[in-house]
């Protein structure tokens, strides 16, 4: 089985400051891995995936992500915070079936953007 | 344009009645999902469908019930027999390396 842990369920940093949200997963085959976007009230928005080849994975909006096998992670940055960042993140990794399964969320991150 | 209905965005039903979500997409997509969504939780799959006339049980499916008669159609039925139905429902489709969202179903019960 799979799991996803994301640590802190809130981050606040300043606008203009760098954006870390942690992502650790555990998967007992080779991981497909998620960041999803959500705005309140709304559906989730893909951010990135990684799922084969290059390990660092950017997407949409400036955000990108790592994925490190020996440390199992796959944190998400963006080198400068907008207000317009401001939302719940979450981090997903597929199971066996490559996803096609379903995929197994983080509890989310909640961004907060400091004026 | 081309995407993922979820109908309607707010519903409100008495204790004891079932209730059905509406989920519809025009992407073409064979598999479909439901997740449910309850704050600090994340998301947790309830059922899915790779294929029409034909669907899994999730993560959390006691209590919920699913049918998949057409392509673009994956309706869930949230019945009497889930103790704690309201909470944040979201319709996916779509490839295992990344499903769309639709916008969401709010339940609640009272």
């Known amino acids: 089985a799979q799991s996803v842990t994301q640590l802190g369920s809130h981050v606040s940093v300043s606008e203009g400051a760098l954006v870390l949200l942690r992502c650790n997963y555990s998967?007992?085959?080779?991981?497909?891995l998620f960041w999803y976007v959500q705005y309140p009230n709304q559906g989730l928005q893909l951010l990135l995936k990684?799922?084969?080849?290059?390990?660092l994975v950017k997407g949409i909006n400036g955000f990108e992500a790592e994925f490190k096998k020996s440390e199992t992670s796959f944190h998400l940055t963006k080198p400068s915070a907008h207000m317009s960042d401001a939302a719940e993140y979450f981090c997903a990794v597929s199971g066996s079936g490559g996803g096609a399964d379903g995929l197994t969320f983080g509890k989310g991150t909640h961004l907060i953007i400091q004026p | 344009d081309g995407g993922i209905t979820q109908s309607p965005k707010y519903l409100f039903r008495k204790e004891g009645q079932n209730v059905t979500l509406s989920c519809e997409q025009n992407l073409n997509h064979d598999a479909m999902y439901w997740y449910r969504q309850d704050p600090g939780q994340g998301l947790r799959l309830i059922y899915y469908s790779q294929i029409v006339n034909d669907f899994q049980k999730g993560d959390i499916a006691e209590g919920y019930s699913v049918s998949r008669e057409k392509k673009e159609s994956f309706p869930l039925t949230v019945t009497s027999a889930q103790k704690n139905p309201t909470a944040f429902y979201l319709c996916?489709?779509?490839?295992?390396?990344?499903?769309?969202f639709g916008q969401g179903t709010r339940l609640t019960v009272v």
């Open positions: 996916a489709s779509g490839p295992g390396q990344g499903p769309f």
């Open positions: 998967s007992s085959v080779p991981p497909y």
């Open positions: 990684y799922t084969t080849g290059a390990t």
